[in-house]
């Protein structure tokens, strides 16, 4: 009898210490594929011990790299992915994609030792000007740092130049949206600006973006995530005219090949425990 107590405590005292048990007690070693010709692509932004928004802790990510390894989620690359998305190119079962936005320096400091660690390619979606001019609070990834991760396998890619940014629409400066998608208010003129000064704005930095990743990086390859996933359809196809072959949304979903435009899920989120990170990718599988 004291023997069952005991086996009976230890049961309930690993289920307390182990949230993610559940899963990876299904572990996919001899499962079936989850999914085929189909991938996942996750989204996440910045890293940091204290959590906030669009910011999760090492611990966490760390929590979901190491659930995708034990799961049978296999990650590939972005070029990978672009080249399955563009020319239906095979994929692994279960293929998973990593990206971040915006650029910042964490992800050399604490992403990248992680994804190391499961030999787990990641890209990374840049803003030009925060790197050229580190004019921002959190410091962001130098192109010496960029050089040096993309020797390791990273990438990186346009999130614009530096039209990462809400802009006001009127006069008032009531309304604001994002410089991507709209036409924004010229204080100096007192106006919004003309559809030829919208176009003209989005091509100077679409074109600089492109100039400075080729200069910098020697990419081959051109993709984008939209700043907060808005978008125009004029601002797309200027983006497509500077030689942007692939778009990045943040409208959650799976990818299957033949679109331009990703879905992508939301990983970068405190809100994410270990078991709703699984119950997400088995949603969208």
């Known amino acids: 009898m004291r023997m069952k107590v005991i086996a009976a405590l230890l049961v309930i005292a690993i289920a307390i210490t182990w949230p993610v048990s559940k899963y990876q007690l299904e572990a996919s070693a001899n499962k079936p594929a989850h999914y085929k010709n189909k991938v996942i692509v996750l989204m996440y932004h910045h890293i940091d011990v204290k959590e906030s928004g669009a910011t999760i802790s090492p611990s966490r990510f760390g929590t979901h790299m190491k659930l995708l390894k034990e799961n049978g989620y296999n990650v590939i690359s972005i070029e990978q992915f672009e080249d399955f998305m563009q020319h239906k190119a095979k994929v692994p079962d279960n293929a998973v994609v990593i990206t971040f936005d915006d650029g910042y320096e964490s992800f050399d400091q604490y992403a990248v030792p992680i994804l190391k660690k499961y030999n787990f390619p990641a890209t990374h979606f840049v803003i030009g000007s925060s790197s050229d001019h580190q004019n921002v609070h959190t410091k962001h990834l130098t192109w010496d740092t960029m050089r040096k991760l993309k020797g390791e396998g990273f990438s990186f890619y346009s999130h614009t130049y530096n039209q990462h940014d809400y802009a006001p629409l009127d006069k008032k400066g009531k309304k604001k949206g994002p410089m991507l998608s709209n036409p924004i208010y010229l204080p100096d003129k007192g106006r919004v600006e003309t559809k030829k000064e919208y176009m003209a704005r989005v091509e100077a930095d679409a074109q600089l973006m492109e100039k400075r990743l080729k200069e910098e990086l020697n990419n081959t390859r051109q993709m984008l995530a939209f ?11 200027l983006e497509k005219n500077a030689g942007v072959t692939l778009f990045f949304t ?16 939301n990983a970068g989120t405190p809100a994410l425990s270990g078991n709703k990170f699984l119950e997400m990718l088995k949603k969208y599988g």
Do not use: C, M, W
């Not at 978008?231 to 797309?236: E, G, I, Q, Y």
């Not at 943040?250 to 899920?265: M, Q, T, W, Y």
């Open 250 to 265: 943040v409208h959650p979903g799976i990818n299957r090949p033949g679109s331009d435009e990703a879905f992508r899920l």
């Open 227 to 237: 700043p907060y996933g808005a978008f125009s359809p004029t601002a797309k196809q």
